[in-house]
């Protein structure tokens, strides 16, 4: 495979992954980690006698995350690859009214923070001014969805960290939030480019942004409270609780991502318990820009629900906006 097939692959590859995640993360949700069954076991399908957390959806389908992260995905593309944030802000509002890209067009799982915004948006405020600004208000409900971005990016470090903090203010404006949109952002760019060491370079790009831009003294002040503690050590499992605050989220995907193989670090993400569906989407992103579409396991890939609906199409617009 030559270079520019290796990046489509792997492109395709962290869709799928965040895809593959999300659904697989799906029926174990809100479980605390010591009533799921085996790493082993954990499956689209739960073992036998493992109550499902939504009984009345197939396995293999994606939640909130997974539809939201498409609407990124498919408003990028109509754009020649630049965030319209009116535009993306829509394309949410059309998921949580009418199931546009949920599979079966149906919605579930919906984030209550996420639910407030978009209400606001319905009634006229302006996308860039529907986040929640409030410390209480950092969820994961942003940084499930904002892989996309990478998929497509073309540009600087720079533009991919604005365009990060940008998409979040829809539903989550806090800077914390938009850091680690930003954060996680890099760190998938970085594993696509097959940089050395993505993690700790992208702890360093982003502290290096922050330090030369006084207006962002808020991102700074979040970053050295909440990622540079932990930044540069390898994480234990005791460090990650799979909630779903969005710094709990980011750190818990790293750890699952620890792991080479990707579906082991799918499970080790739903391992954690509580929102295992958002744990395992954002480190199914990363697993699989590292193995690309072509190496992923061929069962998870087929018993992916929505590809028909939703899914094909998408890919083959990003396989024209690279070849
Ligand atoms: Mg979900």
Same mark, same amino acid.
């Given at each position: 495979?030559n270079r520019?097939?290796?990046?489509?692959?792997?492109?395709?590859g962290?869709?799928?992954?965040?895809?593959i995640g999300?659904?697989l993360?799906?029926?174990?949700?809100?479980?605390?980690? =010591?009533c799921?069954? +085996?790493l082993?076991?954990?499956g689209y399908q /739960?073992?036998?006698?493992?109550? &499902? $957390?939504?009984p009345n959806i197939?396995p293999?389908?994606w939640s909130d995350d997974g539809?939201?992260?498409?609407c990124?995905?498919?408003s990028?593309?109509?754009?020649?690859g630049?965030?319209?944030l009116?535009?993306?802000a829509? +394309?949410l509002w059309? %998921?949580?009214q009418?199931?546009?890209?949920?599979v079966?067009?149906?919605?579930?799982? @919906?984030?209550i923070?996420?639910a407030? +915004?978009?209400q606001?948006l319905s009634?006229g405020?302006?996308?860039?001014?529907? !986040?929640?600004?409030?410390?209480?208000?950092? !969820?994961?409900?942003s940084?499930? &969805?904002?892989l996309?971005?990478v998929?497509l990016h073309?540009?600087?470090d720079?533009?991919l #960290? =604005?365009?990060?903090?940008q998409?979040s203010?829809v $539903?989550?404006?806090?800077?914390r +939030?938009q850091?680690?949109?930003?954060l996680?952002c890099? %760190?998938?760019?970085y594993?696509l480019?097959?940089?050395a060491e /993505?993690?700790? *370079?992208a702890?360093q790009?982003l502290?290096?942004?922050?330090a $030369?831009?006084p207006?962002?003294k808020?991102?700074?002040?979040?970053?050295?409270?909440?990622i540079?503690p932990?930044?540069?050590?390898?994480?234990?499992?005791?460090?990650? *609780? !799979?909630?779903g605050?969005?710094?709990d989220s980011?750190?818990?995907a790293r %750890?699952?991502?620890?792991?080479?193989?990707?579906?082991? @670090? #799918?499970?080790?993400?739903?391992s954690?318990?509580?929102?295992?569906? *958002?744990t395992?989407? #954002?480190?199914?992103? #990363?697993?699989g820009?590292?193995?690309?579409?072509?190496r992923?396991?061929?069962?998870? @890939?087929?018993?992916?629900?929505g590809?028909? =609906?939703w899914?094909?199409?998408l890919?083959e !617009?990003i396989r024209e906006?690279?070849?």
């Amino acid at each position: 495979m030559n270079r520019d097939a290796d990046l489509l692959d792997r492109r395709l590859g962290g869709l799928y992954g965040l895809l593959i995640g999300d659904a697989l993360g799906v029926p174990y949700e809100f479980n605390e980690p =010591e009533c799921l069954p +085996s790493l082993e076991s954990l499956g689209y399908q /739960p073992p036998a006698g493992f109550k &499902r $957390t939504y009984p009345n959806i197939a396995p293999g389908t994606w939640s909130d995350d997974g539809a939201q992260a498409l609407c990124l995905l498919e408003s990028l593309l109509k754009h020649q690859g630049r965030l319209d944030l009116e535009d993306f802000a829509q +394309s949410l509002w059309a %998921w949580y009214q009418q199931g546009h890209m949920a599979v079966d067009r149906l919605v579930f799982d @919906v984030g209550i923070q996420s639910a407030q +915004s978009l209400q606001l948006l319905s009634d006229g405020h302006p996308a860039s001014q529907c !986040g929640g600004t409030h410390e209480r208000s950092n !969820g994961n409900g942003s940084l499930m &969805r904002v892989l996309p971005l990478v998929l497509l990016h073309r540009g600087s470090d720079t533009e991919l #960290i =604005e365009r990060a903090h940008q998409q979040s203010l829809v $539903t989550h404006a806090h800077a914390r +939030s938009q850091m680690c949109c930003a954060l996680y952002c890099l %760190w998938a760019w970085y594993e696509l480019q097959r940089t050395a060491e /993505p993690w700790a *370079t992208a702890v360093q790009t982003l502290e290096t942004y922050y330090a $030369t831009k006084p207006l962002l003294k808020d991102h700074l002040h979040e970053y050295q409270q909440c990622i540079q503690p932990f930044a540069l050590k390898s994480l234990n499992r005791s460090d990650c *609780t !799979g909630t779903g605050y969005v710094v709990d989220s980011l750190h818990s995907a790293r %750890w699952a991502c620890q792991s080479g193989d990707f579906l082991d @670090v #799918i499970r080790r993400a739903i391992s954690l318990g509580h929102d295992t569906d *958002t744990t395992a989407c #954002i480190a199914g992103g #990363i697993a699989g820009i590292r193995c690309g579409l072509s190496r992923l396991p061929k069962d998870l @890939v087929s018993g992916l629900r929505g590809q028909e =609906e939703w899914l094909l199409s998408l890919c083959e !617009g990003i396989r024209e906006a690279f070849l």
